[in-house]
């Protein structure tokens, strides 16, 4: 329990600021000026601000436990684990504000990618919480359209560059609140992809990381996500059974409003003959790099191309039937379905021990679907949301499929939000029997020409 909490930074002292804020000296103590790397960029975060971030009391980020979460990664046989976690309790300083995220690198740097969106987006998200963001400025980057998908009549349905937002219409009863935290996600995750693309010591021309990130605050809970990373919420239908509820999509390639954008910018949608089923984006005219997925950090080759890192954002309030919620990086449900981690989290002996079920039940799955590939990194963020830290779920598991063709019909006293796509919380039968490959195709990078 807690074994990787922070420590040393609750004690007597000097308070350090949240956001990763400098060190303020104690009395009769002077702070030596912090040597710059010669050729290094301009930045708000580096080596010295580093220690002293992993020092914060309630942040999380290794395999470990509180009373509310279970975290847990385990390295693939791919290479470095480039799948990255934390959990921020107390975050923004603010009492019953959890912040949770998980980041699946991909590329040749996609473990140095992933860490650094890890430690770099909640101090964004942070500093953008403590100013107030008007509804007219998020409403700049946002566009009415209604796409393809259905929605409930509960439901108000936004988008963002074209790109879709689910909003329930309880929030406009916490308007103010809940805006900000949706333009802060907003505009943490553009400045986030700046902010790599301007280091010069990470090289995220053809790497970068996937994102789902989600911030509670007291009954609220707002999801940010950007790749094929993803969030499943436990909760609990009339009968008492405990189910799942899809709160992201997976923005894959040939989801069709991803579709439409990527061929609109000339970028190239098709599988490769040896996995099918598998979409991925491709250069116009090189047969590189084959990203399976249409949003992401980084791997700016294809950010000209139909790549881009705007949050796919989804509100929901919750209500007493929502028990906990699990985020995790595809190498979990590329083998597990919604319905057995649900039942998995059900089923624990204890909450500390969920993050590793799940890991586990996983990587017995690779081995026995996909014998001829490699098992994937794994990586996982479970938040229980009562206040019982002994408790699991008293609710009967339903293995009942609780996602239609595009969203969720919620109960008449539930309020529920979000989309997913067909389908997106079963296996992928094509892939039995192939070999399944990287994210990212092993395939020569493509390199610009000189003029």
Same mark, same amino acid.
């Given at each position: ?27 009769? /103590? ?24 992993? +020092?914060?009391?309630? /942040? ?9 979460? @279970? ?5 693939? &046989?791919?290479?470095?684990? #480039? ?10 300083? !603010? ?35 403590? @100013? ?9 980057? =946002? ?33 103010? !609140?809940?805006?900000?935290? =949706? ?12 902010? *790599? ?42 009968? $008492? ?9 997976? *923005? ?10 990527? &061929?609109?910018? &000339?970028?190239? =949608?098709?599988?490769? /003959? ?44 919750? %209500? ?30 204890? /909450?500390? @021990? %969920? ?9 017995? $799955? ?21 206040? #019982?830290?002994? +408790? ?33 919380? %079963? ?8 070999? +399944?490959?990287?994210? *990212? ?11």
């Amino acid at each position: 329990m807690g074994s990787c909490l922070s420590s040393g930074g609750g004690g007597g002292g000097s308070r350090r600021a949240l956001h990763g804020g400098p060190h303020v000296p104690g009395p009769g /103590r002077r702070r030596r000026p912090a040597k710059r790397r010669s050729g290094s960029c301009s930045s708000s975060f580096d080596n010295t601000e580093e220690p002293l971030l992993h +020092r914060i009391p309630g /942040r999380m980020f290794l395999n470990g436990s509180t009373d509310i979460a @279970s975290l847990f990664s385990q390295q693939g &046989k791919k290479g470095p684990n #480039q799948d990255a976690m934390i959990v921020w309790e107390n975050f923004g300083s !603010m009492a019953d504000t959890v912040f949770c995220g998980v980041f699946d690198g991909h590329g040749p740097y996609g473990h140095i990618v992933a860490k650094r969106v890890r430690d770099l987006l909640p101090l964004k998200l942070g500093s953008h919480l403590e @100013s107030y963001v008007s509804p007219e400025e998020v409403l700049k980057e =946002i566009s009415l359209n209604t796409g393809d998908r259905k929605t409930s009549e509960d439901l108000v349905h936004i988008s963002a560059n074209g790109e879709s937002r689910v909003y329930n219409k309880d929030y406009l009863k916490d308007q103010d !609140m809940v805006q900000t935290l =949706i333009g802060s996600i907003v505009k943490a995750y553009r400045f986030m992809d700046k902010e *790599l693309k301007m280091q010069v010591d990470v090289d995220c021309f053809s790497s970068g990381t996937t994102a789902v990130t989600m911030v509670k605050q007291g009954r609220h809970l707002v999801i940010g996500n950007i790749g094929d990373s993803r969030a499943v919420l436990g909760t609990r239908n009339k009968e $008492n059974k405990l189910v799942p509820f899809q709160l992201t999509e997976d *923005l894959k390639p040939d989801v069709p409003s991803e579709a439409e954008r990527i &061929k609109r910018c &000339k970028g190239r =949608i098709f599988a490769l /003959r040896d996995e099918p089923g598998v979409a991925r984006l491709w250069l116009p005219n090189h047969n590189s790099p084959g990203l399976a997925m249409a949003r992401a950090f980084g791997d700016f080759c294809l950010k000209d191309f139909g790549l881009i890192s705007v949050p796919d954002v989804a509100y929901r309030r919750l %209500t007493e039937k929502d028990e906990f919620v699990v985020l995790a990086s595809d190498g979990i449900w590329d083998v597990l379905t919604n319905e057995e981690v649900v039942e998995i989290v059900t089923k624990a002996a204890t /909450r500390s @021990s %969920t993050g590793r079920a799940l890991v586990e039940a996983a990587v017995r $799955n690779w081995r026995w679907k996909f014998p001829t590939s490699k098992v994937d990194d794994c990586a996982v963020v479970c938040l229980f949301l009562d206040s #019982q830290p002994n +408790r699991l779920s008293t609710a009967s598991f339903s293995k009942e499929k609780h996602i239609s063709n595009a969203v969720t019909e919620p109960e008449p006293d539930t309020a529920s939000t979000s989309t997913s796509t067909p389908d997106s919380g %079963t296996g992928s039968p094509e892939l039995n029997g192939v070999k +399944r490959i990287d994210t *990212l195709v092993n395939l020569p990078v493509y390199v610009p020409t000189k003029e």
